[in-house]
T-cell receptor, first 117, second 116 residues
Framework: ETGVTQSPTHLIKTRGQQVTLRCSSQSGHNTVSWYQQALGQGPQFIFQYYREEENGRGNFPPRFSGLQFPNYSSELNVNALELDDSALYLC????????????????FGSGTQLSVL | AQSVTQLGSHVSVSEGALVLLRCNYSSSVPPYLFWYVQYPNQGLQLLLKYTSAATLVKGINGFEAEFKKSETSFHLTKPSAHMSDAAEYFCAVTGTGGGATNKLIFGTGTLLAVQP
């Protein structure tokens, strides 16, 4: 049990639609990161939020956006869905200030499996 | 840029046999290195991490990994495989420099099968 809950667990959308994925972290976890894991691949970093501000972004287009709320929940929004957006989306939270340090541990949720048809 | 390469997308061992999962990294500066395990329909669980202290790192469930700078390797081992070890294993490295240190760069994973 990691204390990180993602919803929904599965989602099916059609190309061009918009989707919102949600993540609920433990109290005190001020940093949340989102990763995309395509089938047969390792997770890829989308972006990170620290205290409700974006704190780093991977090689993903602007149609991927996020929000972090004071209650330790966060959202990943994807606009204009494409077929290649089909993947498992993972949320990871920590108590750190962003940079992965010696003593910091990331807690991953079980993910949302998004299928785009 | 940092990267990791996992040799062997599928590894099969017999129960009780040695588990060896290979990971090589590319980094211009000493990295932090990680091994994660992913069971079906679950998120990632940290097995162990190297953060420039001891080169032999012991993790959970009897796994350990050795950081070898000369070989740029961080292979994961377990002396005796259990059926419950069947899962996908990911090696990861942190980025370096500026905001890159706040992300993990993962390999493509190795699916471990344990035969009875």
């Amino acid at each position: 049990e990691t204390g990180v809950t993602q919803s929904p667990t599965h989602l099916i959308k059609t190309r061009g639609q918009q989707v919102t994925l949600r993540c609920s972290s433990q109290s005190g976890h001020n940093t949340v990161s989102w990763y995309q894991q395509a089938l047969g691949q390792g997770p890829q970093f989308i972006f990170q939020y620290y205290r409700e501000e974006e704190n780093g972004r991977g090689n993903f287009p602007p149609r991927f956006s996020g929000l972090q709320f004071p209650n330790y929940s966060s959202e990943l929004n994807v606009n204009a869905l494409e077929l290649d957006d089909s993947a498992l989306y993972l949320c990871a939270s920590s108590t750190g200030q962003g940079a992965i340090s010696t003593n910091e541990k990331l807690f991953f949720g079980s993910g949302t499996q998004l299928s785009v048809l | 840029a940092q990267s990791v390469t996992q040799l062997g997308s599928h590894v099969s061992v017999s129960e009780g046999a040695l588990v060896l999962l290979r990971c090589n990294y590319s980094s211009s500066v000493p990295p932090y290195l990680f091994w994660y395990v992913q069971y079906p329909n679950q998120g990632l669980q940290l097995l162990l991490k190297y953060t420039s202290a001891a080169t032999l790192v012991k993790g959970i469930n009897g796994f350990e990994a050795e950081f070898k700078k000369s070989e740029t390797s961080f292979h994961l081992t377990k002396p005796s495989a259990h059926m419950s070890d069947a899962a996908e294993y990911f090696c990861a490295v942190t980025g370096t420099g500026g905001g890159a240190t706040n992300k993990l760069i993962f390999g493509t994973g190795t699916l471990l099968a344990v035969q009875p």
